[in-house]
């Protein structure tokens, strides 16, 4: 049986099946060096700042251990989550390989876990540690959000190990429940529908499916911010668009989405597709970030994309790819794998430096050189409220699972990267290594290792973003389009397919309904967004005083000086003053403020 992050039952109403971890190898390159940091310095790094930000001495306190009553033991409601989604990573990352350091330090955070569940199987720091009194505020406690993070845990360390250390203080946990609640901020969903997955108990499937009809009754008390910030304004299976804190409202859709295949809920299933659907079009990013407004980290208006003011919190591009991830498994539809490359590339990389140990919470595609001589956000180790960095860690330590996908027909691949990815199909095993230079260079190949004789279907997703792409394959070439590109043969061992992306600097214009970035190009190469930093402003000219030179092209060329095999674009622009012309470096979106402090911006003005 294969180990997946998202696993829908057998009988669920799911076009793909994902591949388990063990399937996939990431070898080299791009994401397998993301990966590797993730593992050998962020996650080290995250239970280091765990201990620092007194998040663990939270459970010891709730056990009763005052000596730690002289930490730094935080006071936000939601801190074990944090907790949790450390281990969910830890959990995967050791089955992708043994690390006894990793492995010791993971045992001490699972009997600290274990020590502080109480007696009667609630489990909850911050509630044990003040008055003990479960379920008391819905609204702002957090109580079946961190429940659900413990539950998403424990599934990894048994699908990932086998090992229920966890699943068995989750499930007791979640008997402790007195039914289906509404919880101010949604998960709890998404996690008893992988809780009834992995231990069969479909009470859980029916508590969850239960608590999204009880939301959007307006039920939730002391909704400062209305009670669309929470989606409880308009029923799961009505709400047209997607409403009020980002995060909320993604995590909600993952678990309607979690509900809709087990049950065969198509009307529920079809909600989401429209409130995404929507989201893409009027509230999404360049960069697939999503959150236009600080106060309330909410989605804004249709069209409120402002660049400077983004919220765009890492946790939401991180939501969006869980969400499109569930959709791709439903529908089987590439423009979910469009979203989850835009995003991973853009949206969730951003949150974390280079060298895996730095984040941001929030990602604006725009800083002002004002706001750096006024000491404005480096990057930071931690935050106080810490969501962002251990989700991070969670979804990297899970990315090989998203590249591919399998059905009785054949093998998808979504993402690309070079890796080998291996599976059972319904006539035999079969074997696929990628290699490619992807994102930097556009030529995947693909070579067959092993193949049943039967035929089967090997489908590829050519990006949206691509305007010239060619298939070789033992056919011959041809031109391809964008969506998945199919090929249905016999194969032989050795067969070669090369996919091959054609990647010219592009410019990019916005949605003229985007009042803000009206009247301003972006430059995108292959899935990058591109922007400029003052560090590679043309004589050190301070980035506002650029304006886009139409009458010239932009150019590519290597930036090893940011990061190995990086690839930058020229960007031709006019100083504002004097008309003069003069070029900008643009590098990668992801990789910004990963140098000195300075004012960056994605959109250009012309
Ligand atoms: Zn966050």
Same mark, same amino acid.
């Given at each position: 049986?294969?180990?997946?992050?998202?696993?829908?039952?057998?009988?669920?109403?799911?076009?793909?099946?994902?591949?388990?971890?063990?399937?996939?190898?990431?070898?080299?390159?791009?994401?397998?060096?993301?990966?590797?940091?993730?593992?050998?310095?962020?996650?080290?790094?995250?239970?280091?700042?765990?201990?620092?930000?007194?998040?663990?001495?939270?459970?010891?306190?709730?056990?009763?251990?005052?000596?730690?009553?002289?930490?730094?033991?935080?006071?936000?409601?939601?801190?074990?989550?944090?907790?949790?989604?450390?281990?969910?990573?830890?959990?995967?990352?050791?089955?992708?390989?043994?690390?006894?350091?990793?492995?010791?330090?993971?045992?001490?955070?699972?009997?600290?876990?274990?020590?502080?569940?109480?007696?009667?199987?609630?489990?909850?720091?911050?509630?044990?540690?003040?008055?003990? @009194?479960?379920?008391?505020?819905?609204?702002?406690?957090?109580?079946?959000?961190?429940?659900?993070?413990?539950?998403?845990?424990?599934?990894?360390?048994?699908?990932?190990?086998?090992?229920?250390?966890?699943?068995?203080?989750?499930?007791?946990?979640?008997?402790?429940?007195?039914?289906?609640?509404?919880?101010?901020?949604?998960?709890?969903?998404?996690?008893?529908?992988?809780?009834?997955?992995?231990?069969?108990?479909?009470?859980?499937?029916?508590?969850?499916?239960?608590?999204?009809?009880?939301?959007?009754?307006?039920?939730?008390?002391?909704?400062?911010?209305?009670?669309?910030?929470?989606?409880?304004?308009?029923?799961?299976?009505?709400?047209?668009?997607?409403?009020?804190?980002?995060?909320?409202?993604?995590?909600?859709?993952?678990?309607?989405?979690?509900?809709?295949?087990?049950?065969?809920?198509?009307?529920?299933?079809?909600?989401?597709?429209?409130?995404?659907?929507?989201?893409?079009?009027?509230?999404?990013?360049?960069?697939?970030?999503?959150?236009?407004?600080?106060?309330?980290?909410?989605?804004?208006?249709?069209? @409120?994309?402002?660049?400077?003011?983004?919220?765009?919190?890492?946790?939401?591009?991180?939501?969006?790819?869980?969400?499109?991830?569930?959709?791709?498994?439903?529908?089987?539809?590439?423009?979910?794998?469009?979203?989850?490359?835009?995003?991973?590339?853009?949206?969730?990389?951003?949150?974390?430096?280079?060298?895996?140990?730095?984040?941001?919470?929030?990602?604006?595609?725009?800083?002002?050189?004002?706001?750096?001589?006024?000491?404005?956000?480096?990057?930071?180790?931690?935050?106080?409220?810490?969501?962002?960095?251990?989700?991070?860690?969670?979804?990297?330590?899970?990315?090989?699972?998203?590249?591919?996908?399998?059905?009785?027909?054949?093998?998808?691949?979504?993402?690309?990267?070079?890796?080998?990815?291996?599976?059972?199909?319904?006539?035999?095993?079969?074997?696929?290594?990628?290699?490619?230079?992807?994102?930097?260079?556009?030529?995947?190949?693909?070579?067959?290792?092993?193949?049943?004789?039967?035929?089967?279907?090997?489908?590829?997703?050519?990006?949206?973003?691509?305007?010239?792409?060619?298939?070789?394959?033992?056919?011959?070439?041809?031109?391809?389009?964008?969506?998945?590109?199919?090929?249905?043969?016999?194969?032989?061992?050795?067969?070669?397919?090369?996919?091959?992306?054609?990647?010219?600097?592009?410019?990019?214009?916005?949605?003229?309904?985007?009042?803000?970035?009206?009247?301003?190009?972006?430059?995108?190469?292959?899935?990058?967004?591109?922007?400029?930093?003052?560090?590679?402003?043309?004589?050190?000219?301070?980035?506002?005083?650029?304006?886009?030179?139409?009458?010239?092209?932009?150019?590519?060329?290597?930036?090893?000086?940011?990061?190995?095999?990086?690839?930058?674009?020229?960007?031709?622009?006019?100083?504002?003053?004097?008309?003069?012309?003069?070029?900008?470096?643009?590098?990668?979106?992801?990789?910004?403020?990963?140098?000195?402090?300075?004012?960056?911006?994605?959109?250009?003005?012309?």
């Amino acid at each position: 049986m294969s180990v997946s992050v998202v696993q829908p039952s057998r009988t669920a109403w799911s076009r793909l099946r994902p591949f388990g971890a063990e399937q996939v190898d990431l070898r080299t390159g791009f994401w397998a060096d993301r990966v590797r940091i993730n593992r050998e310095h962020t996650i080290p790094h995250g239970l280091d700042q765990l201990r620092r930000a007194g998040t663990l001495d939270n459970l010891r306190l709730a056990d009763g251990y005052r000596a730690a009553a002289d930490s730094t033991g935080t006071t936000l409601p939601f801190l074990d989550s944090d907790v949790y989604k450390w281990l969910e990573a830890v959990g995967w990352e050791l089955a992708r390989g043994p690390d006894p350091g990793l492995a010791a330090s993971a045992d001490e955070v699972i009997a600290l876990v274990t020590a502080t569940q109480r007696a009667d199987g609630y489990l909850n720091s911050y509630v044990q540690a003040g008055d003990g @009194e479960p379920y008391r505020d819905l609204s702002w406690g957090h109580e079946l959000y961190c429940l659900g993070h413990l539950i998403q845990a424990a599934v990894a360390w048994h699908r990932a190990l086998g090992d229920d250390r966890l699943l068995d203080v989750a499930i007791r946990a979640a008997d402790h429940l007195p039914g289906p609640l509404v919880d101010g901020h949604p998960n709890i969903e998404m996690a008893l529908v992988e809780l009834a997955r992995v231990t069969g108990d479909r009470r859980r499937l029916t508590t969850a499916a239960r608590m999204l009809e009880l939301r959007g009754h307006g039920t939730l008390p002391g909704a400062r911010f209305g009670a669309g910030y929470w989606q409880d304004h308009e029923p799961v299976r009505d709400a047209a668009t997607v409403a009020g804190h980002a995060v909320r409202q993604l995590y909600l859709d993952c678990g309607a989405v979690d509900v809709a295949v087990e049950l065969g809920d198509d009307r529920l299933l079809g909600a989401v597709r429209r409130r995404w659907d929507d989201m893409i079009r009027t509230r999404t990013y360049l960069t697939g970030g999503l959150g236009s407004r600080h106060r309330d980290e909410a989605f804004g208006d249709p069209y @409120e994309l402002p660049p400077d003011r983004a919220y765009a919190e890492t946790c939401a591009a991180i939501a969006s790819v869980m969400l499109a991830w569930r959709l791709l498994l439903a529908t089987g539809e590439a423009g979910y794998a469009d979203a989850i490359e835009r995003t991973m590339y853009n949206g969730v990389l951003p949150g974390i430096s280079l060298t895996g140990t730095r984040f941001f919470y929030t990602n604006p595609l725009q800083r002002r050189t004002h706001r750096v001589l006024d000491g404005a956000g480096p990057r930071l180790p931690w935050y106080p409220c810490a969501c962002c960095p251990p989700n991070l860690m969670r979804l990297l330590s899970t990315w090989q699972q998203y590249l591919a996908t399998g059905d009785d027909s054949g093998i998808q691949v979504h993402q690309y990267a070079a890796a080998e990815v291996r599976t059972e199909l319904p006539s035999g095993p079969a074997r696929l290594r990628i290699d490619t230079g992807y994102p930097w260079d556009g030529r995947i190949v693909l070579s067959l290792l092993e193949t049943p004789a039967e035929p089967w279907t090997l489908s590829l997703r050519v990006p949206r973003w691509c305007r010239t792409a060619t298939l070789t394959g033992p056919d011959g070439t041809l031109a391809v389009g964008a969506g998945m590109v199919k090929r249905h043969r016999r194969w032989q061992p050795g067969d070669v397919v090369e996919l091959s992306l054609d990647l010219p600097a592009r410019i990019t214009e916005p949605d003229p309904r985007i009042d803000a970035v009206r009247g301003c190009v972006a430059v995108e190469r292959g899935p990058l967004v591109y922007c400029i930093e003052t560090a590679d402003a043309p004589g050190r000219t301070e980035i506002e005083e650029l304006i886009w030179d139409p009458s010239r092209e932009p150019d590519v060329q290597p930036r090893p000086d940011v990061a190995e095999a990086m690839i930058g674009v020229t960007v031709p622009v006019l100083r504002r003053r004097s008309g003069a012309p003069a070029t900008a470096g643009a590098i990668p979106y992801f990789a910004w403020a990963n140098r000195e402090p300075g004012a960056m911006r994605v959109w250009i003005p012309r």
